[in-house]
């Protein structure tokens, strides 16, 4: 089951994870953008940033976590409070996949 996020709930957590992107250093928001807005791979990224590889994954890694571990708190806070409906999202996966097609997060 696909979420449905709408109006003032869509703003709501795109704020959140606009707010979790700057908490990051610049090499971590740089090589983010580069995989999930432009579409880069870490062998491009690494080759444009004169890194290792495994640097630019290990780095992509972790961003994700921190993603997925400050909307898994946001979206349980969020609920508690009353302001997401709890079937507004259901879960984190479906979040993601409302995420898509911003190429914020990985398909």
């Given at each position: 089951?696909?979420a449905?996020?709408?109006?003032?709930?869509?703003?709501?957590?795109?704020?959140e994870?606009?707010?979790?992107?700057?908490?990051?250093?610049e090499?971590?928001?740089?090589?983010?953008?580069?995989?999930?807005?432009?579409?880069?791979?870490?062998?491009?990224?690494?080759?444009?940033?004169?890194?290792?590889?495994?640097?630019?994954s290990n780095?992509?890694?972790?961003?994700?976590?921190?993603?997925?571990?400050?909307?898994?708190?946001?979206?349980?806070?969020?609920?508690?409070?009353?302001?997401?409906p709890?079937?507004?999202?259901?879960?984190?996966?479906?979040?993601?996949?409302?995420?898509?097609?911003?190429?914020?997060?990985?398909?």
């Amino acid at each position: 089951m696909q979420a449905n996020i709408a109006g003032t709930e869509h703003q709501t957590l795109l704020r959140e994870i606009n707010n979790v992107f700057l908490q990051w250093p610049e090499l971590e928001r740089r090589i983010f953008s580069q995989a999930h807005y432009y579409g880069q791979s870490p062998e491009a990224i690494s080759r444009s940033l004169q890194l290792d590889v495994e640097e630019v994954s290990n780095i992509l890694n972790r961003c994700e976590r921190q993603l997925y571990a400050s909307l898994r708190s946001f979206l349980k806070n969020s609920r508690e409070e009353g302001s997401l409906p709890p079937e507004g999202i259901t879960s984190l996966a479906a979040c993601k996949q409302d995420l898509e097609f911003m190429r914020l997060l990985p398909r």
